[in-house]
T-cell receptor, first 113, second 112 residues
Framework: NAGVMQNPRHLVRRRGQEARLRCSPM?????VYWYRQLPEEGLKFMVY????????ESGMPKERFSAEFPKEGPSILRIQQVVRGDSAAYFC???????????FGPGTRLTVT | QKEVEQDPGPLSVPEGAIVSLNCTYS??????FMWYRQYSRKGPELLMY????GNKEDGRFTAQVDKSSKYISLFIRDSQPSDSATYLC????????????FGTGTRLLVSP
């Protein structure tokens, strides 16, 4: 049984380009969470989504960042016009219910040059 | 002040030692407490998940929560070199979904 899957595992973008990060939750899970991990910092919550709905985006920067979880397909975290400060590891987690344990994927390491 | 404080380490111990990892927190609304293990350049792996105060044991791992002191601990018995990783504490409130709030992680090194 596959766990949470994320791709790509590594992504290099130049300043001003767009980054698209994908997350497929564990089988049977319909709740997806995105976290960002900066060097020397813990994971910071960004957004919580259910199918076709954003439930909580209180941790998302107001500009350039967006997320979706369509009816079909993976959840997408999109970062437009990337800047060097966006370089980080982005982790996706999923759960079977919103109050249950969150299981994390391997992460996408974004490097902005 | 951060909501969750965790000593970054590194904590170096010899193989077979008992390891104690700790976190303190400031928000008394936290009710669920978790410990994740993260190997270098990997995703966090859930180790322990506890509700409110008390102890929980799973193999070589024991999680303790003291809500009166706002202090949680993870004990690892008979530590192994394969336990070398960063250990993250995380917690959340008890109101339906609440985001996980993480400590910065403690790096553990177990030498053979």
């Amino acid at each position: 049984n596959a766990g949470v899957m994320q791709n790509p595992r590594h992504l290099v973008r130049r300043r001003g380009q767009e980054a698209r990060l994908r997350c497929s939750p564990m089988k049977g899970h319909s709740h997806v969470y995105w976290y960002r991990q900066l060097p020397e910092e813990g994971l910071k919550f960004m957004v919580y989504l259910q199918k076709e709905n954003i439930i909580d985006e209180s941790g998302m920067p107001k500009e350039r960042f967006s997320a979706e979880f369509p009816k079909e397909g993976p959840s997408i975290l999109r970062i437009q016009q990337v800047v060097r400060g966006d370089s980080a590891a982005y982790f996706c987690a999923s759960s079977g219910d919103p109050g249950y344990e969150q299981y994390f994927g391997p992460g996408t390491r974004l490097t902005v040059t | 002040q951060k909501e969750v404080e965790q000593d970054p380490g590194p904590l170096s111990v010899p193989e077979g030692a008992i390891v104690s990892l700790n976190c303190t927190y400031s928000n008394s609304a936290f009710q669920y407490f978790m410990w994740y293990r993260q190997y270098s350049r990997k995703g966090p792996e859930l180790l322990m998940y506890t509700y409110s105060s008390g102890n929980k044991e799973d193999g070589r791992f024991t999680a303790q929560v003291d809500k009166s002191s706002k202090y949680i601990s993870l004990f690892i018995r008979d530590s192994q070199p394969s336990d070398s990783a960063t250990y993250l504490c995380a917690m959340r409130k008890d109101e339906g979904f609440q985001k996980l709030v993480f400590g910065t992680g403690t790096r553990l090194l177990v030498s053979p």
